[in-house]
Nanobody, 126 residues
């Protein structure tokens, strides 16, 4: 059983930056992603990274502002969030997909991920 633990959430002002981290309980080379869920809305894709970190994928709403990265030696995945907006307010979840390989569409698909963290709250408000 792979355990994922997110950290780094908090309350920030519009325009601020925040860095989320996800610690994995064991060394894996799974595809990793961040999803988010705002109150009253469905969970949505934010960003994903391939097994070796060669390919990255972003939702249009965060492209150019968020950067996903991974350190396989430390079993961690990070999400650097810049120029935050109130619309970015949500619980952010880290996810790992054991069966995601080359099909780019898989990275965007919630159901393709096998393991999920408990989430970390990000609130952007003035």
């Amino acid at each position: 059983q792979v355990l994922l633990v997110e950290s780094g959430g908090g309350l920030v002002l519009p325009g601020d930056s925040l860095r989320l981290s996800c610690a994995c309980s064991e060394r894996t080379f799974y595809a990793m992603a961040w999803f988010r869920q705002a109150p009253g809305k469905e969970r949505e894709f934010v960003a994903a990274i391939s097994r070796r970190g060669i390919s990255t994928y972003y939702a249009d709403s965060v492209k150019g502002r968020f950067t996903i990265s991974r350190d396989n030696a430390k079993n961690t995945v990070s999400l650097q969030m810049n120029s935050l907006k109130p619309g970015d307010t949500a619980v952010y979840y880290c996810a790992a997909g054991a069966g995601i390989y080359y099909a780019s569409t898989d990275y965007y698909t919630h159901g393709k991920y096998d393991y999920w963290g408990q989430g970390t709250q990000v609130t952007v408000s003035s």
